[in-house]
């Protein structure tokens, strides 16, 4: 009578992805963030893993944590696991929605910049799917359900569509009749969004080269909130061009300057690097250079 071996069980595959996102990343708080748990997890996570193998697999140390030897010589073959296993599932997805295109984008573009096209977008690409999540940095698209990234870069990946931008102040064609000259801004009520605070000195470094510019007034953590109180004469805006365009346009607001500074980074679109095989996305991504 045969005896059939035990089959060697595989250890915890949510150990595995802490793991590696912690390897990858250098760090276990990274790691948390990019796979949506708590610190606390990847660390229990980590120490199941390296109870389970029987060796250290980092060093704690008091400014975070160091891969070990052992590692360090792991790491490089659960990245490309999970690189494939990504591709894989990207594939999976795919083939069962060929024409379903998922964008993740900055809450202020998303709705400012990407939100005012998608009815020339819709016109554009009759059976195109397009979902949008806001959230505040940019995902690791090979390890995320998504197929394009709207986000500001510095330096957006090869191939991104780039959207030219700039800084100035806006406001209602009312309150711009008392504005004649930058420093008049000193005295004014000025609307302020904490994610681009500095907005108001960059521009002002252009506009007013050795006056400094403490805007008073009210500050938002919403930047759709600061536009909409711009356009009800709350006072004036720190605007990023393209995401007030619309309004431009129609004259709701105006820019009572004409100086206008560089954005240290700009609008950028892109989807995984050589990753050309849904042609949906191909599509949107065109459709959207084409729309900027």
């Known amino acids: 009578m045969s005896v059939a071996p035990p089959f060697p069980r595989l250890p915890s595959l949510n150990a595995l992805r802490a793991f590696e996102a912690a390897a990858r990343l250098g760090s276990f708080a990274l790691a948390a963030e990019e796979l949506n748990v708590t610190p606390g997890a990847v660390t229990a996570q980590v120490k199941a893993l390296e109870a389970e193998v029987g060796a250290p697999l980092f060093e704690r140390r008091a400014r975070g944590v160091r891969l070990t030897a052992l590692g360090r010589r792991a790491a490089p073959g659960f990245v490309a696991a999970f690189d494939a296993l990504g591709d894989a599932v990207r594939a999976l997805r795919r083939d069962a929605a060929p024409r379903r295109v998922h964008v993740a984008a900055l809450p202020a573009l998303a709705e400012l910049w990407l939100g005012p096209r998608l009815p020339d977008l819709r016109r554009r690409l009759p059976g195109v799917e397009l979902s949008v999540t806001a959230m505040e940095q940019p995902p690791n698209l090979k390890r995320v359900p998504f197929d394009l990234c709207l986000f500001l870069r510095a330096d957006p990946p090869p191939g991104a569509v780039r959207v030219a931008d700039d800084l100035l102040p806006v406001c209602t064609p009312g309150l711009a009749r008392d504005l004649?000259?930058?420093?008049?801004?000193?005295?004014?009520?000025?609307?302020?969004?904490?994610?681009?605070?500095?907005?108001?000195?960059?521009?002002?470094?252009?506009?007013?080269?050795?006056?400094?510019?403490a805007p008073r007034g009210p500050i938002f953590s919403l930047y759709a909130l600061a536009v909409q109180e711009a356009l009800n004469g709350a006072g004036v805006l720190m605007a990023h061009r393209a995401l007030v365009a619309q309004h431009l346009a129609s004259g709701a607001l105006v820019a009572p300057f004409g100086v206008a500074a560089p954005l240290r980074e700009g609008i950028a679109l892109w989807r995984l690097p050589g990753d050309a095989a849904q042609a949906s996305v191909g599509k949107v991504l065109r459709a959207l250079g084409d729309l900027a």
């Open 180 to 213: 004649s000259r930058p420093e008049d801004l000193i005295d004014a009520v000025c609307l302020t969004d904490t994610a681009w605070a500095e907005d108001w000195q960059n521009w002002a470094a252009v506009a007013m080269p050795g006056r400094g510019l």
